[in-house]
């Protein structure tokens, strides 16, 4: 008997069914993997001489394309990268380096390889990789959708209660059915920041490990996304629009959005069924960064949401969605993409967010997006913006905004 339990599985098989293991050209192994900074692993064995390997949370395309891989004994690893494969997620990647401690163990010819698969991978959000990395990855082919783009989803309108809030969301939710084109708006009554953190309630309040510096209501703000998002998800719904209740929306949306859905590099993914993301319908950019200069704490901003567009026109696309020298909808949403006062969210990001809210540092919502992209999910931005914010008013978010 094999301390290896694959080889006993291979030997009931054979002695059930009479069919045994045979040699494929087409398979190739390899015997080393990155971690999560980028360094590479050879394999390496147990005292029980089982394999032992380290996967990264974020896997390059050769990860993603395997046939096999062993040993995945870890039940967490397990389910992490069955979601990213299901929901076609491709992930911001570290470069590959080798650690002076393993300089030599780990062979020339490994690193060759590892940097081979980094270069051949793509990511759904370049922008993100050049702000984490400093280096360009191309964007992946866009997805087909499985369905027609429709405003038929639920439209769900934060609001706090009152009566003078009641009758602006009866404003604004005839008008997003009548002429903005929204057929199903419902009033979802946010959670009041400054009522539950005030400093009477926060006494009775578990204290969170994660050190914050927010402000009452945007301690709100994302305990109002969290309770959306679990209601999307019980009611298994597979895509849910949601937006402030101070959302001023583009004279022509409707028209707008079908023209820019009907590319598939801006709308396709988030009509199919399995991958997704978010389509910000809009967003705020305070800085024009300094791109094309690396620096990660500044490198968002509008001159890197431009070349981001300029890029995708002039080159077109392989895939044939969209033609060399037109022009695009949409821009990949990088680190200073900020607001979430009106966005489309797919149901493979649900419970992303969701982990998010409860196990990440605690930021301000609008702060998610830049992490899904970093996580692989698609998040873009269409542009010209179809929603803004309406600014004649104090924000309850933060008082200090108008």
Same mark, same amino acid.
């Given at each position: 008997?094999?301390?290896?339990?694959?080889?006993?599985?291979?030997?009931? @098989?054979?002695?059930?069914?009479?069919?045994?293991?045979?040699?494929?050209? #087409?398979?190739?192994?390899?015997?080393?993997?990155?971690? *999560?900074?980028?360094?590479?692993?050879?394999?390496?064995?147990? &005292?029980?001489?089982?394999? @032992?390997?380290?996967?990264?949370?974020?896997?390059?395309?050769?990860?993603?394309?395997?046939?096999?891989?062993?040993?995945?004994?870890?039940? &967490?690893?397990?389910?992490?990268?069955?979601?990213?494969?299901?929901?076609?997620?491709?992930?911001?990647? #570290?470069?590959?380096?080798?650690?002076?401690?393993?300089?030599? %163990?780990?062979?020339?010819?490994?690193? &060759?390889?590892?940097?081979?698969?980094?270069?051949? #991978?793509?990511?759904?959000?370049?922008?993100?990789?050049?702000?984490?990395?400093? +280096?360009?990855?191309?964007?992946?082919?866009?997805?087909?959708?499985?369905? =027609?783009?429709?405003?038929?989803?639920?439209?769900?309108?934060?609001?706090?209660?009152?009566?003078?809030?009641?009758?602006?969301?009866?404003?604004?939710?005839?008008?997003?059915?009548?002429?903005?084109?929204?057929?199903?708006?419902?009033?979802?009554? /946010?959670?009041?920041?400054?009522?539950?953190?005030?400093?009477?309630?926060?006494?009775?309040?578990?204290? !969170? !490990?994660?050190?914050?510096?927010?402000?009452?209501?945007?301690?709100?703000?994302?305990?109002?996304?969290?309770?959306?998002?679990?209601?999307?998800?019980?009611?298994?719904?597979?895509?849910?629009?949601?937006?402030? !209740?101070?959302?001023?929306?583009?004279?022509?949306?409707?028209? &707008?959005?079908?023209?820019?859905?009907?590319?598939?590099?801006?709308?396709?993914?988030?009509?199919?069924?399995?991958?997704?993301? @978010?389509?910000?319908? /809009? #967003?705020?950019?305070?800085?024009?960064?300094?791109?094309?200069?690396?620096?990660?704490?500044?490198?968002? $901003?509008?001159?890197?949401?431009?070349?981001?567009?300029?890029?995708?026109?002039?080159?077109?696309?392989?895939?044939?969605?969209?033609?060399?020298?037109? *022009?695009?909808?949409?821009?990949?949403?990088?680190?200073?993409?900020?607001?979430?006062?009106?966005? %489309?969210?797919?149901?493979?990001?649900?419970?992303?967010?969701?982990?998010?809210?409860? =196990? =990440?540092? %605690?930021?301000?919502?609008?702060?998610?997006? +830049?992490?899904? $992209?970093?996580?692989?999910? %698609?998040?873009?931005?269409?542009?010209?913006?179809?929603?803004?914010?309406?600014?004649?008013?104090?924000?309850? @978010?933060?008082?200090?905004?108008?």
């Amino acid at each position: 008997m094999s301390v290896h339990s694959d080889t006993e599985i291979g030997r009931c @098989v054979y002695k059930s069914a009479g069919i045994g293991c045979k040699d494929s050209g #087409s398979f190739h192994q390899y015997y080393s993997s990155v971690d *999560k900074k980028g360094s590479i692993h050879p394999r390496t064995l147990d &005292k029980n001489a089982q394999m @032992v390997a380290r996967f990264s949370p974020y896997p390059n395309n050769r990860v993603m394309d395997y046939a096999i891989i062993h040993p995945l004994k870890d039940s &967490k690893e397990i389910n992490r990268l069955n979601h990213q494969v299901r929901h076609k997620l491709r992930p911001s990647l #570290s470069i590959p380096f080798v650690e002076k401690n393993m300089l030599k %163990i780990v062979k020339d010819v490994t690193y &060759k390889q590892e940097l081979k698969a980094f270069e051949n #991978s793509c990511v759904n959000n370049p922008s993100i990789q050049l702000n984490l990395q400093g +280096r360009y990855l191309p964007e992946c082919p866009a997805i087909n959708p499985d369905t =027609e783009p429709h405003l038929d989803m639920p439209a769900f309108v934060l609001s706090m209660s009152g009566e003078k809030n009641e009758k602006h969301f009866d404003a604004l939710s005839k008008h997003m059915k009548e002429e903005v084109g929204f057929k199903n708006v419902f009033r979802f009554l /946010g959670v009041n920041g400054n009522e539950k953190y005030s400093p009477e309630n926060k006494k009775f309040l578990k204290q !969170d !490990d994660r050190v914050h510096h927010l402000k009452n209501g945007e301690l709100g703000y994302r305990d109002s996304m969290e309770e959306v998002l679990m209601l999307a998800m019980k009611l298994k719904l597979p895509r849910i629009a949601v937006f402030d !209740d101070d959302v001023y929306f583009h004279c022509n949306f409707k028209e &707008k959005f079908y023209e820019a859905m009907k590319e598939q590099r801006c709308g396709g993914y988030s009509w199919s069924n399995k991958s997704g993301g @978010v389509v910000l319908l /809009g #967003s705020t950019h305070w800085v024009n960064g300094k791109y094309p200069v690396f620096n990660e704490q500044h490198y968002g $901003g509008w001159y890197i949401a431009d070349a981001d567009m300029a890029n995708a026109t002039k080159a077109g696309r392989k895939d044939g969605t969209l033609q060399k020298g037109e *022009k695009t909808h949409c821009f990949n949403a990088n680190a200073k993409s900020f607001g979430s006062h009106a966005v %489309i969210y797919h149901e493979s990001v649900y419970s992303d967010i969701l982990r998010w809210l409860r =196990e =990440e540092k %605690i930021e301000p919502f609008d702060w998610v997006f +830049r992490w899904l $992209g970093r996580e692989g999910h %698609i998040t873009r931005t269409i542009y010209p913006f179809l929603a803004i914010q309406y600014l004649d008013h104090e924000s309850s @978010v933060d008082n200090q905004r108008t």
